[in-house]
């Protein structure tokens, strides 16, 4: 786990995120980034995924899919420079059915331990409206307004619109020269177009060209997921375009002034009339 001296402590930042690859995908382009300027990041992971079975996973037994998942995240992690994991033992797939108050004291518990000034998660719409990603934006949003003077700024992350037909697009443009079948889901999902869709209004836009190669590499990193889908087909020249640019919106709660983010992200750009 990368661990580097001398390290910022202006805008220490938590992220919280339902399943192991959801820190890659979502944000990785900035994790990384942190990274490069100092800014320690720790992620807090609700579930192990022992029930993601696609790809090379199907049959696993969820306590070895778990397993491996695990050290699939730390070894994204690492190649991210995320310098503290913790993953909880809830039941994948059942975060909107468990009690409120028992995943808000998680999330409390790690904001405190972090010392986060900053947290990210998902927006409303959970990337493409998986339920529990849903469930965890609810809850960390509740657990912020509830900090009240002491809360930490809370950023929404969601994927710009496009990206999941661009990356499937693209897979099926190289296998088309391979003479293969082309995937037609991205890390499972099949419904690609629902990506970004109908997500809340997009605030911040990081450019993250120069770290898309180290975000492909860390989505590599959980191979479980990866396998047979269209984002293993891109290669680290595809990087830049398909994956260099991530959306951001801050929250009505949690600490206003501003953050790290501001200083490295642009505001988006206004919606045509």
């Keep these: 786990m990368h661990t580097g001296d001398n390290r910022d402590r202006t805008g220490r930042v938590?992220?919280?995120?339902?399943?192991?690859?959801?820190?890659?995908?979502?944000?990785?382009?900035?994790?990384?980034?942190?990274?490069?300027?100092?800014?320690?990041?720790?992620l807090l992971c609700l579930t192990?995924?022992?029930?993601?079975l696609w790809g090379t996973t199907r049959g696993t037994e969820p306590t070895e899919l778990a397993r491996v998942r695990r050290e699939e995240l730390e070894a994204a992690a690492g190649v991210l420079g995320i310098s503290d994991v913790t993953v909880l033992g809830h039941e994948d797939g059942m975060l909107p059915w468990i009690d409120a108050d028992r995943l808000e004291q998680d999330i409390r518990r790690a904001i405190s331990?972090?010392?986060?000034?900053?947290?990210?998660?998902?927006?409303?719409?959970?990337l493409y409206w998986h339920p529990d990603h849903v469930a965890v934006h609810e809850r960390v949003t509740a657990t912020v307004a509830g900090l009240g003077a002491a809360a930490p700024a809370l950023v929404y992350v969601t994927m710009p619109p496009g990206v999941g037909r661009a990356v499937v697009d693209h897979a099926a443009h190289v296998s088309a020269r391979r003479g293969l079948p082309a995937p037609a889901a991205m890390l499972?999902?099949?419904?690609?177009?629902a990506f970004g869709s109908k997500a809340g209004p997009t605030t911040l836009v990081v450019d993250t060209t120069g770290q898309a190669v180290r975000k492909l590499r860390a989505l590599e990193c959980h191979r479980t997921q990866m396998a047979g889908g269209a984002l293993a087909l891109v290669g680290a020249e595809d990087a830049p375009r398909l994956?260099?640019?991530?959306?951001?919106?801050?929250?009505?709660?949690?600490?206003?002034?501003?953050?790290?983010?501001?200083?490295?992200?642009?505001?988006?750009?206004?919606?045509?009339?």
């Design 243 to 273: 994956l260099g640019r991530e959306h951001y919106r801050r929250a009505s709660v949690g600490a206003q002034g501003d953050t790290f983010l501001e200083r490295v992200a642009s505001p988006a750009p206004a919606d045509p009339d």
């Design 188 to 193: 499972g999902v099949s419904n690609v177009d």
């Design 14 to 42: 938590l992220a919280v995120f339902a399943h192991p690859d959801d820190e890659s995908l979502a944000c990785g382009g900035l994790l990384a980034q942190c990274d490069t300027l100092g800014i320690d990041v720790s």
């Design 48 to 52: 192990h995924g022992e029930h993601g």
């Design 113 to 126: 331990r972090a010392a986060a000034e900053v947290v990210i998660t998902f927006d409303n719409d959970g």
